[in-house]
């Protein structure tokens, strides 16, 4: 089965509303880390967050590790804030990604 | 400001040639990395390097090898190209392989293998 789930696949919100990212990993990480993905392509780290809370400007991460997950909550979301959110789980450095979620943020 | 680059940033091949894919990173970090993203299946690790010539397979090694010999520069090389091997490819680098160390990503290239 698939190592690191995420949900939902897709997300549509008015801008100015919250978005709420799901992360669930099937075995213990050393690391989390979530990434933004542009619709260009290019990869962003957005937060680093192997347990407890972490917040960067509208980001906050709360991972969870013996239950093995972790969210990305978006406040106040932007247009500029679409694209697609990983979600990566690293054990001894190897990085395996979930799915993403495909976020759209209308104006 | 650190930085991961990736040369060239689109590439297209036939099958049976050769492909070199460059990677570089200004932030002497020891451990470098090389995946391959597909629609669906997400990103997957090829190769992990420790350090100059201390090379690991990932969870999909095979049709490629790496060349480590500077530990700023990280190679993939496909000997042979195949069309399933049309892809993004995507470099790394961090500083280890231990906590708390970020994964830092390059641009991306894509290759179409004809």
């Known amino acids: 089965g698939q190592q690191v789930q995420q949900s939902p696949a897709s997300l549509v919100l008015q801008e100015g509303e919250n978005a709420e990212l799901q992360c669930n990993f099937s075995?213990?990480?050393?690391?989390l880390q979530w990434f933004y993905q542009s619709p260009g392509g290019s990869l962003v780290s957005l937060l680093s967050n192997p347990s407890g809370t972490k917040h960067t400007g509208r980001l906050t991460s709360t991972t969870v590790t013996k239950e093995r997950r972790s969210s990305l909550h978006i406040s106040s979301s932007q247009t500029t804030d679409s694209g697609t959110y990983l979600c990566?789980?690293?054990?001894?450095?190897?990085?395996?990604f979930g799915r993403g979620t495909r976020l759209q943020v209308y104006a | 400001d650190m930085k991961v680059t990736q040369m060239p940033r689109y590439l297209i091949k036939r099958m049976g040639e050769n492909v070199l894919l460059e990677c570089g990173q200004d932030m002497s970090h020891e451990t470098m990395y090389w995946y391959r993203q597909d629609p669906g299946l997400g990103l997957q690790l090829i190769y992990i390097?420790?350090?100059?010539?201390?090379?690991s397979e990932g969870d999909i090694p095979k049709g490629y090898r790496v060349s480590r010999k500077k530990r700023e520069h990280f190679s993939l090389i496909l000997d042979s190209a195949k069309t399933n091997q049309t892809s993004v490819y995507f470099c790394?680098?961090?500083?280890?392989?231990?906590?708390?160390?970020?994964?830092?990503f390059g641009p991306g290239t894509r290759l179409t293998v004809l």
């Open positions: 075995s213990t990480a050393t690391q």
């Open positions: 390097s420790y350090d100059v010539d201390s090379n």
């Open positions: 790394a680098s961090s500083l280890g392989t231990g906590v708390p160390y970020e994964q830092y």
């Open positions: 990566g789980r690293q054990v001894v450095g190897q990085l395996t």
